[in-house]
Each structure stands twice: as C-alpha cells, then as structure tokens.
C-alpha cells in the first residue's frame, strides 16, 4: 500500500536559518503530493502541493520538488522565522478504490528560537 | 465563505458515556474525511463519506464507533461508551470530489475521557 516517511522531530533551528524536512514516498502510481503545516491547537492547514513530477510547490517561502526518481517531496525554507514553529506533514494522495485516498506522514515538530 | 466547521472544539466525557462529533463541510464540497490524531502521533485515517454513503471505513474501530453523512445537516462522528484510550483530536476533512487538489481541514474537536 501508499506510505509516507518524513523525517523524525523535532527540529530545533535559529531563527533565519537554512530548513529541510525530508519526506519519500511509496506508491504504485503517479500520487499528487502534499506538505500541510499544524499550528499549536488548530488544524492542518495546506502549505503547498505538486501533482506531477518535477512540480515544484512554494508558498510563504517554504517550497518542495516532486522527484520521481528518488521518490522524494523535501521541504526546504531559506530563512526560518520563529512563526513558522509547528508541526509539518507530508502527504500523497492517489486513487484507490474509486476515490482519491490521502496518506498522511507522522508529523515533523519544527521550533524555530530567536 | 466559512470553511470546515468542527464543534464542539473541546469535549470532556466520562468512562462509559457517549461522545458526539459534528463536522460542516465546506460549502460546496460533497466528500467528507475523519482522522484521529493520538498525542504525539500522526494522523490516521478513520472514515470517508459522501452524503448518505459510507465509501471507505477501513480505518474505524470495529466496536463503539460510527460515522454518518445524511442528506440534510452536518457529518457525525459518534463513539459509544468511550474510554480512556479515545482521548485524542479528532479532524474532520473536505474536499471535492476528485481530492487531487487536498482536503480542507476544521480546526478539530479535542476529546478528553475522563
């Protein structure tokens, strides 16, 4: 079946420096792919996607390159703020069963310190 | 334009009683998603409804838990005589029906079973 491995939290990081959060991925076909971010009590919220290989998804600096041929989704931001503290899942979704399925990773804690 | 709405967001029971879950989908969305997310684990898929459907329930505890999508009103998450080990963050999910774009998540209902 589909699986998602991201990396192990949590990731300590000072404030304006380089993040990447690795993320692979198992699938049998061509998944659309997905980073969603968790702040502290709310719900997950979609950060960016990429449905097709060598898509890259970006949005409020955060961005990821859909790789085929490692099966890979990393997350990368060039300059971390202390806002962006929260915890970062990677997800695929692809059809199963007559739906699109969405397989969710376990969740990277990201702490950003000033 | 009111998103994924969760309520209540924090709901206490004791051993034995029931719990009820509501979730409004998105305006205009048609496909509906419960995950539970247990303290410092992932997420993990429950149910998937479309109105008045049950598609995929692969992920529902065999006992005590049901899920429901009727034609009028919001989507039901109910679990009977809860106990300790269902204290957890429940999310209920939106989409369209091809979810190749993501879901669209409410802020969740946090049980606690005391």
């Known amino acids: 079946g589909n699986s998602v491995t991201q990396m192990e939290g949590p990731v300590t990081l000072s404030e304006e420096a380089f993040l990447t959060i690795n993320c692979t991925y198992t699938a049998t076909g061509y998944p659309s792919l997905f980073w969603y971010v968790q702040y502290p009590g709310e719900g997950l919220q979609l950060l960016l996607k990429?449905?097709?290989?060598?898509d890259k998804g970006s949005n409020k600096g955060f961005e990821a390159t859909y790789r085929k041929e490692t099966t890979s989704f990393h997350l990368e931001k060039g300059s971390v703020q202390v806002s962006d503290s929260a915890v970062y899942f990677c997800a695929l979704s692809e059809g199963s069963g007559g739906y699109q399925k969405v397989t969710f990773g376990i969740g990277t804690k990201l702490q950003v310190i000033p | 334009n009111a998103g994924v709405m969760q309520n209540p967001r924090h709901l206490v029971r004791r051993r034995g009683q029931e719990a009820r879950l509501r979730c409004s989908p998105m305006k205009g969305h048609s496909h509906v998603y419960w995950y539970r997310q247990l303290p410092e684990e992932g997420l993990k898929f429950m149910v998937y409804?479309?109105?008045?459907?049950?598609?995929?329930e692969s992920g529902m505890p065999k006992e005590r838990f049901s899920a429901e999508f009727p034609k009028e009103g919001p989507s039901i998450l109910r679990i009977q005589q809860v106990v300790r080990g269902d204290s957890a963050a429940y999310f209920c999910a939106s989409s369209f029906p091809n979810s190749i774009y993501g879901y669209t998540f409410g802020s969740g209902t946090r049980l606690t079973v005391v």
């Open positions: 990429a449905t097709k290989a060598d």
């Open positions: 409804l479309q109105k008045e459907n049950i598609i995929d």
